[in-house]
């Protein structure tokens, strides 16, 4: 077993949880760490395309479907479920196979249960990152009997998860826990660390951001920024409605779309009525503090950037994604900006609310009192520092 190698095992789907993985290991690389990756679909990717020369495997892949409108697909859930667990059992036994191949120190596992399993099977050391402790059920199961599965399948995966010999909570400690809907019901005090948003803390120089607004031609009128994110499945509605939204945005505002797509062009596009067009956005960082309101999906780690950078978003959370419904809930509960649900988005709606944030300046001085708590902690400094006593 060598002091000096770490196995993360990093969960799939959207691009969050890896960007954080990549973030932690750059801030432990300096301590001279060897590290090993094991992901699939998206986030593999993803690990592939900006990961640099570094080790990665990858596991059986486990995703849920999605219709055709975007939204996670309730219906084909339960007659797959016999197919998903098979699947993860295939995952624990890679898992297996691969921690005991590569032999680390430590095994952490963000969002990935099978890893904590293997590990714990092989009598290794695991961390856990986590910003969803538990699985809501989707909004069409929530009667009397889905609450009740709803919180024995929270108490199983709980004491799953507990296996791990520290769980740390991606996220502020209440009242302003971002995730808080998959908290609720739970008691988390013995096994759970807060460790604040492991978003990264931008400090970008002058000239950088300069050279942004000079690229895209940026004026004096308010910044735009619309990202979409989360998996390919879950976009193209949600992109054409935005491009619908983007001309009369864009009569009034500097307005900017990435769509997101891993590996596409990074060169941006100018529509003819003067939206800026991204594939992929190579200046997200730039544009996140340049804007005056984020529009985006209501990932955890995008909300916590939007938190960390002072800035309201208008946030449409994945059609029946049950954490994402719940952060962009509890994001608007907070008055940090608008959650708009999928299926009731459309471009005048959208249009309306990306108007509302800009022109009501209680939402911008929500997010600037939860940034300056959200300032007292620095999750990827916090995790790197657990990492180290471990090791």
Not at 41 to 66: F, H, I, M
Not at 158 to 163: A, H, P
Not at 213 to 227: A, S, T
Not at 248 to 274: C, D, M, W
Request: with cysteine; glycine share 8%.
């Amino acid at each position: 077993m060598s002091s000096r190698k770490i196995y993360f095992a990093v969960f799939s789907s959207g691009l969050g949880h890896v960007a954080r993985v990549l973030d932690l290991t750059e801030r432990l690389r300096s301590d001279g760490y060897e590290f090993c990756y094991s992901s699939s679909d998206q986030a593999l990717n993803y690990l592939k395309a900006y990961g640099g020369k570094r080790s990665v495997t990858r596991s059986p892949s486990l995703d849920v479907e999605w219709t055709k409108d975007g939204g996670f697909s309730s219906r084909d859930f339960l007659p797959r479920f016999g197919f998903m667990f098979n699947a993860f059992l295939k995952q624990v036994a890679f898992e297996e196979g691969s921690i005991t191949e590569f032999d680390p120190r430590l095994v952490v596992s963000d969002s990935r249960l099978s890893a904590v399993l293997a590990a714990r099977m092989k009598s290794y050391p695991v961390i856990t990152m986590l910003n969803q402790f538990k699985v809501n059920l989707p909004p069409r199961f929530q009667g009397r009997v889905g609450r009740i599965y709803e919180r024995i399948g929270g108490d199983v995966l709980g004491l799953l998860w507990s296996l791990s010999d520290l769980v740390l909570m991606t996220d502020l400690p209440p009242p302003y826990t971002i995730g808080e809907a998959n908290l609720l019901g739970t008691d988390v005090s013995n096994i759970v660390r807060f460790v604040g948003f492991t978003s990264p803390k931008l400090e970008l120089s002058e000239e950088r951001l300069l050279k942004a607004k000079r690229l895209l031609d940026i004026d004096d009128r308010p910044l735009v920024f619309c990202q979409i994110s989360g998996p390919d499945a879950t976009k193209e509605r949600f992109k054409d409605i935005v491009l619908q939204a983007a001309e009369q945005i864009s009569q009034k505002h500097n307005f900017v779309v990435s769509l997101g797509y891993t590996g596409g062009s990074t060169e941006p596009r100018r529509l003819a009525h003067g939206t800026w067009l991204y594939d992929w956005c190579p200046i997200r960082d730039e544009l996140f503090i340049l804007s005056d309101v984020l529009v985006s999906r209501a990932g955890h780690r995008t909300i916590g950037q939007c938190i960390d950078v002072g800035k309201p978003a208008v946030l449409i959370p994945i059609r029946n994604h049950s954490e994402q419904l719940g952060n962009a809930d509890k994001f608007h509960r907070l008055g940090l900006g608008i959650a708009i649900k999928s299926e009731g988005l459309s471009a005048e709606k959208l249009v309306e609310s990306v108007e509302h944030c800009l022109t009501d300046s209680k939402y911008r001085s929500n997010v600037e009192a939860v940034r300056r708590i959200s300032k007292k902690y620095d999750g990827i400094e916090k995790c790197a520092e657990v990492i180290d006593s471990f090791t």
